[in-house]
């Protein structure tokens, strides 16, 4: 058995994934740089106007919006997830047996806590 100098010891393993990273960001700066060369640059009026669905857009670009929008979003994602996770968990519940319920079981109950602390505070009201 040969000992490991330090300095010495080159991980040849890594070399394919080293190649392919190469690779993949020398892909992606060439295809930025044909872009940069090849796309129009003619610019016009309609062209630097604001796109709002194919409306002309109404009213100021920088207003700002209620902070309820974002709790709306935070709390739909937190839920989402929930989802997204029960939802492999209930395909091999029968493998992974009684822990993975309790564990599942917490998991929830933190989500119920945070969903009643929403409540509480009024975090769903529309006004």
């Known amino acids: ?9 080159i991980p040849t393993q890594y070399l394919p994934v080293l ?9 992606g700066l060439v295809t930025l740089m044909i872009g940069t060369f090849f796309r129009l640059k003619r610019s016009y ?18 207003q700002q919006f209620n902070v309820r929008f974002y ?3 935070m709390l739909f994602v937190i839920f989402d997830v929930e ?3 029960m939802y492999p968990w209930a395909l091999v519940y029968d493998k ?14 933190v989500l119920v806590v ?11 009201e529309w006004d």
């Open 1 to 9: 058995m040969n000992p490991i100098v330090p300095g010495s010891y």
């Open 19 to 27: 190649i392919f990273m190469i690779i993949a960001f020398a892909f």
């Open 45 to 62: 009026r309609e062209k630097l106007t604001p796109y709002e669905s194919g409306n002309p857009p109404i009213g100021e670009p920088r």
């Open 71 to 73: 709790i709306i979003a």
């Open 83 to 85: 989802a997204v996770f």
């Open 96 to 109: 992974i047996g009684v822990y993975a319920l309790t564990e599942m079981l917490l998991f929830i109950g």
């Open 114 to 124: 945070g969903y009643v602390y929403a409540w509480k505070k009024e975090a769903f």
